[in-house]
């Protein structure tokens, strides 16, 4: 090599760090993803598909539990300490999250509530606080409402890449749009509706692809079903010849199974949350799963 090799390199080392300096400063500046904390994986994903590399989405419910309990983590605070927004539901079903806000003291956090505009169903599901049953993803309809606040947030929070994120909500309600047609297709010839579900997660599902609830085992979360309740719903089953119930994964699944036994209704085990069933890891993966398990029941 040249001879004069070590008195160039700290000068070459120099130059490059002048150049390059200012341009990295300003690329990591407006390429770093913004910083959003979601509740729900639902929320989480959503924000992913408008946001996709432009953002960092953090979920504190992992799927595993149910989206009624949770306990907030230590670095759940941290994360809302460096977070931009915060997407919830509402409707009183992150009880939990007014306090993790509160904690974390963050002044510059803006909580996006996704069930704003939603058109809510009142049942006993719906808790005192609020105005409707807090289920409403499971109507592809009501996630398009949700994914468009999603998507005003981060053009408020990132004006930059407002186009990408409209391109991308754009690609996105089309891609609910299909699914929710070609789901309701494959309703259309069911003759009988009707099911019993273990907890009232299911009534935007069923409105929109036209099932009928005809009870829920568990009026309210985190309370067992009374015996009077049970034998009622057993009579309930029996006299109306109703051939399926729909259990969930996250829940005891005794009361159902006794329940079946008596009546000879058929579980159905459907998940209200994407991950908790092999092949409902999407939001459109889950939304397809339940449909058609469902139909494939309610037709044998
Ligand atoms: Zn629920």
């Known amino acids: ?10 000068f070459a080392i120099a130059v490059a760090g002048a150049l390059l300096a200012p341009f990295f400063h300003v690329a990591t500046a407006s390429a770093a993803p913004l910083k959003v904390v979601a509740t729900l994986p639902i929320l989480k994903e959503f924000a992913e598909q408008v946001g996709r590399e432009h953002v960092e989405v953090r979920t504190l419910i992992t799927g595993l539990e149910s989206e009624h309990s949770y306990s907030p983590k230590p670095s759940d605070l941290k994360a809302l300490g460096e977070a931009r927004l915060l997407l919830e539901i509402g409707l009183g079903l992150e009880v939990w999250v007014g306090g993790l806000v509160k904690n974390a003291g963050t002044a510059g956090l803006r909580v996006i509530t996704t069930s704003e505009g939603v058109g809510l ?46 391109k991308n909500l754009a690609e996105y ?21 009707r099911i019993v ?14 099932f009928q609830i005809e009870g ?23 006299s109306g010849k109703i051939k ?57």
Not at 136 to 165: G, S
Not at 198 to 203: G, K, N, R, S, V
């Open 244 to 300: 399926v119930i729909v259990s969930e994964p996250q829940f005891n699944q005794k009361v159902v199974k006794a329940l079946a036994d008596e009546t000879g209704a058929r579980i159905v085990v459907l998940s209200p949350l994407p991950g908790t069933i092999k092949g409902t890891e999407t939001y459109l993966s889950l939304l397809a799963y339940n449909v058609t398990q469902l139909v494939a029941a309610l037709q044998s």
């Open 1 to 10: 090599m040249l001879p004069s090799r070590p008195m160039r390199r700290p």
């Open 173 to 193: 309600l089309r891609r609910l749009d299909q699914a929710q047609k070609d789901l309701l297709e494959l309703v259309a010839s069911l003759r009988d509706r």
């Open 121 to 166: 169903i009142r049942d006993h599901a719906s808790n005192a606080a609020s105005a409707g049953n807090p289920h409403i993803w499971l109507d592809p309809e009501n996630a398009k409402v949700m994914v468009r606040h999603i998507a005003n947030a981060l053009i408020a929070a990132d004006p930059v890449h407002k186009d990408v994120y409209l």
């Open 216 to 238: 829920d085992i568990i009026q309210q979360t985190g309370m067992e079903p009374s015996s009077t309740h049970l034998a009622e719903m057993a009579k309930r089953i029996k």
């Open 197 to 210: 579900t273990h907890h009232p997660a299911w009534p935007y599902f069923a409105r929109r692809f036209g």
